[in-house]
């Protein structure tokens, strides 16, 4: 087994996992500056999150010898339903058997969507790493840059719930460690399987993540300048993915 890239894998992981703690910088910031700040994160992760299917994934996954172009497509598409359904899943029990406003989950079933979230990304990672040290960290980068918004956004979710800053920050960091634990199964089950897969399976997760739930965001911005901003982050994700992939091929 590749012991290069155990170590690749754990210490992205551990530290992906230290990215739940970003909620804690909300101590630093008044109220206003962290809600502008959001925004352009979350299209800044957009961009990276596409930049990376696009740019890095795709093309590995196309280049490996255990896959054909059709499976590629299977498993792109495969990756992107499986988070759709997540999605759909979260937002219909919880909108059904809490009768509550979808749009404020309550804080246990945040934290089983993110932790489910988190293993998968640590599943998909990892099987990077093993193919390729560059294609894992380029696939760390665009995972990370969506992380960043999307535990900040969690943390303020479990803070709106009724949750301490404390506690949140907490539970927030557990759901994190969700993401080695994705690694470290899939180190352990390579030597048996092929894991190729997982990198156009994680693909069609950074297509859906992307264009499904983050576009969206930040579209909703009703001044010129706002769109430009956004716009600007979002085009800085895909320059980024693809300045990695030109100076540092795979």
Not at 207 to 219: Q, R, T
Not at 232 to 243: E, K, P
Request: net charge neutral; hydrophobic share 55%; glycine share 10%.
């Amino acid at each position: 087994m590749n012991k290069e890239a155990f170590f690749w894998i754990l210490g992205s992981g551990l530290l992906m996992s230290g990215i739940a703690l970003i909620g804690s910088i909300t101590f630093l910031f008044k109220q206003k500056t962290f809600e502008r700040m959001i925004l352009p994160l979350v299209a800044l992760a957009a961009g990276s999150l596409i930049g990376g299917a696009f740019f890095h994934m795709i093309p590995a996954a196309l280049s490996s010898h255990h896959l054909d172009e059709l499976q590629v497509g299977i498993w792109i598409a495969l990756g992107f339903t499986v988070f759709f359904a997540l999605e759909q899943f979260i937002h219909h029990h919880h909108c059904h058997r809490q009768n509550v406003n979808c749009q404020k989950p309550l804080a246990y079933l945040i934290l089983i969507g993110d932790g489910l979230h988190n293993f998968l990304g640590g599943l998909a990672v990892a099987g990077a790493f093993l193919v390729d040290i560059r294609l894992g960290v380029a696939t760390w980068i665009a995972a990370a840059a969506h992380e960043v918004p999307q535990e900040l956004g969690d943390f303020g979710a479990l803070v709106h719930s009724g949750w301490s800053k404390k506690k949140a920050l907490l539970w927030n960091f557990i759901s994190g460690l969700m993401f080695p634990v994705g690694g470290l199964i899939t180190y352990a089950v390579s030597s048996q399987i092929n894991t190729d897969f997982l990198i156009a399976f994680a693909a069609g997760n950074f297509i859906y993540i992307g264009a499904s739930d983050l576009v969206p965001e930040v579209n909703k911005a009703r001044t010129l300048l706002r769109n430009i901003v956004h716009f600007t982050a979002f085009s800085a994700g895909l320059v980024l993915l693809l300045a990695v992939r030109l100076f540092f091929k795979h």
